[in-house]
């Protein structure tokens, strides 16, 4: 069977002062500023590894990717996206999409499972 990949979002994302002003910069709603961004982090995280944590590009390339013209700049304006020169990097990418982040989720959701499911062979013993 195949894995699936995944990117990792987060339930406050909607609530964040970087989205907010992203959909300032943008002229574009909050929900569709979380459109852009699951774009562009979903093709960031084909492109980026822990082995080489930037991506080579240009400005235009990445809006292409975040499907809106000026996604770059308004990225670096809020400090989600770091550029030296022609390369970009993505501050705590590894932290958020990483391989080992994403072994937590996962580990974090089976646990959360096993936790929230009847278990027959348990049985309760009376506490004097």
């Not at 084909?46 to 990445?62: D, E, H, R, W």
């Not at 994403?102 to 013993?125: F, G, I, L, W």
Request: hydrophobic fraction near 40%; charge should be positive.
């Amino acid at each position: 069977m195949r894995k699936m990949s995944w990117i990792k979002i987060e339930n406050a994302l909607p609530d964040k002062p970087e989205v907010m002003r992203l959909s300032a910069i943008l002229g574009v709603d909050e929900v569709t500023v979380i459109g852009h961004l699951v774009l562009f982090w979903a093709w960031a995280d084909g492109q980026v590894s822990a082995n080489c944590p930037v991506i080579t590009g240009t400005k235009s390339g990445l809006d292409r990717r975040a499907g809106v013209s000026g996604f770059c700049d308004a990225m670096l304006e809020v400090g989600w996206l770091e550029q030296s020169g022609d390369t970009f990097s993505i501050p705590n990418f590894c932290y958020h999409m990483g391989k080992s982040a994403k072994t937590r989720a996962e580990e974090q959701k089976r646990k959360a499972v096993s936790r929230n499911r009847p278990d027959k062979t348990r049985t309760s013993v009376p506490v004097s």
